[in-house]
């Protein structure tokens, strides 16, 4: 139980001060930045996982179009 608290407290804390950051235009530019790097890395994230799915999607039906 005492984890879990510490846990939330550091969660309350990095909202605290995410608030005071985003209040200083440089904090509000370092966060913008970290904000286009995390979008960047989700959408090549995105973009990986639809190019192997569909990578083991025409694996899968060239499997079963040998089995017929």
Known sequence: MKKLLWFLVG???GFVAAH???KD???REA???LDARITEFTDRMSDAYR???ASLEA???EAKRNAN
Do not use: T, Y
Request: no cysteine.
């Open 59 to 61: 694996i899968v039906d």
């Open 25 to 27: 235009p440089r904090g």
């Open 20 to 22: 005071f950051v985003n």
């Open 11 to 13: 969660i309350a804390a």
């Open 31 to 33: 966060l913008a930045e």
């Open 51 to 53: 190019e192997q799915e």
